[in-house]
């Protein structure tokens, strides 16, 4: 799937973020890609990384690679002992669905997403759901289990719910390729780790709630 192409101001990016900026931050310089993984195999030039905690990992940490691999601007929960811009936030989970919202132009206020989440029955309904639509001739796109479906190409899925960045990405796609609708699954990971934050859901359902997500 290729994708397309963003450039967008530091201004802009961090529009409507609580944060606070160390000296080297320059709200005129120009992004043109999020990272919040060391192993992509994206173009990290000009590009700004999200150091997240986890429950076993921490990439403040690894924060010098992007750097070295041409990240200018770091976004952190605590300022690091690295000579590039920073941007401290309280939670980088948080502002990394913020940012690529921002970075996207919010496409999900533009784009009706439909968002199913539950125990057992996401997939199906999901595939149930677009299937109507696209037969009223509303063009839909989907992201599932299985596959994601832009409206123009569709390649496997690695997750149920992709990284935030990742969903704001495949919505700004959809809308290039003229998609009306997006009908997606919504994980209780996706739920707990702010993967949906900053999505302007203009539809939800629950299917059921099994013992396998009582905790």
């Known amino acids: 799937m290729t994708h397309v192409k963003r450039k967008i101001s530091c201004k802009e990016l961090f529009e409507g973020i609580d944060a606070t900026f160390n000296n080297y931050y320059n709200e005129n310089a120009y992004i043109t890609n999020i990272e919040y993984n060391t192993k992509s195999n994206d173009d990290f030039n000009d590009s700004a990384f999200v150091c997240i905690k986890g429950s076993s990992f921490d990439s403040h940490n690894i924060a010098h690679i992007a750097v070295e691999k041409g990240s200018h601007l770091l976004i952190v929960e605590r300022y690091l002992d690295i000579n590039c811009a ?91 390729n003229d998609c009306k609708v997006c009908v997606m699954e919504v994980s ?28």
């Open 86 to 176: 920073q941007v401290c936030v309280k939670d980088t989970k948080f502002a990394l669905a913020k940012l690529s919202s921002n970075f996207y132009e919010h496409p999900s206020k533009k784009l009706k997403v439909l968002g199913i989440t539950g125990t057992n029955g996401k997939t199906t309904t999901t595939y149930v759901v677009k299937s109507v639509l696209n037969n009223m001739g509303i063009k839909t796109g989907s992201i599932t289990t299985i596959e994601i479906d832009n409206g123009k190409s569709i390649i496997p899925s690695i997750n149920t719910t992709p990284q935030s960045k990742e969903l704001q990405r495949i919505f700004y796609e959809m809308l290039q």
């Open 188 to 215: 209780s990971h996706a739920l707990s780790q702010a993967r949906v934050a900053c999505i302007n859901f203009h539809c939800v359902a629950f299917s059921n709630l099994s013992q396998d997500h009582l905790d």
